[in-house]
């Protein structure tokens, strides 16, 4: 499974559990639209459960306009760290799923969201407190990625890298990089201690 560091900081936990639904799915034989369908519920429930979408079902009804139903989504997408629009589906599917009235339909409320979560950033912005990239050393990126996801995944792609002659295909392929970039990873692998955290 790949995590895009690159996607908005308020779409990234739904982009996760989508994504471990299809690991999870592998095994149920289901077409790929079924899975895809199943994939976004999932990921609605296990981040805005029944009882959440209950409570934002009866704030949004309290609410007569889209600019009400736009502040009461953001209010729980900065509370949950979710997407404003999936507090407003999540909100939907339980009045479908419950009988009762659905939201009225405001056009564009999705782009008005969509606008709010842009201006908020990407997951690399507040990982790397908005500097960019090019700034940020090879030794600050590995660690500030391994601690905050708590995965050994660098120091495992540099022992295959050591130990396998398609180190290189393999480091490029995992992490989604052109052939250059993995090879200079590798150079930098290759002439500095992995347990020196001094360098900078």
Excluded at 15 to 32: N, P, Q, R, T, Y
Excluded at 85 to 90: A, R, T, W
Excluded at 141 to 162: E, M, N
Aim: net charge negative; charged share 25%.
């Amino acid at each position: 499974m790949y995590v895009n560091i690159e996607s908005y900081l308020y779409h990234f936990k739904f982009m996760v559990a989508h994504e471990i639904f299809h690991v999870l799915a592998k095994s149920l034989g289901l077409d790929e639209k079924s899975e895809e369908k199943l994939a976004d519920l999932f990921a609605q429930i296990l981040l805005f459960p029944n009882l959440k979408a209950k409570e934002a079902y009866e704030d949004l009804c309290d609410v007569a306009n889209q600019v009400g139903q736009i502040k009461v989504c953001i209010e729980y997408a900065e509370k949950y760290g979710i997407h404003p629009y999936q507090v407003y589906k999540s909100a939907d599917y339980y009045a479908e799923n419950n009988n009762l009235p659905k939201l009225p339909k405001y056009g564009k409320i999705y782009i008005q969201l969509q606008r709010w979560v842009a201006k908020n950033g990407l997951v690399l912005d507040a990982l790397f407190d908005n500097k960019p990239l090019n700034t940020i050393s090879e030794r600050q990126f590995l660690d500030i990625l391994s601690d905050v996801f708590c995965t050994p995944i660098f120091d495992a792609l540099k022992k295959y890298a050591a130990d396998y002659s398609d180190g290189l295909r393999m480091v490029s392929t995992v992490l989604y990089m052109n052939q250059m970039d993995a090879i200079g990873l590798l150079n930098y692998w290759n002439t500095v201690d992995g347990t020196d955290k001094t360098t900078s």
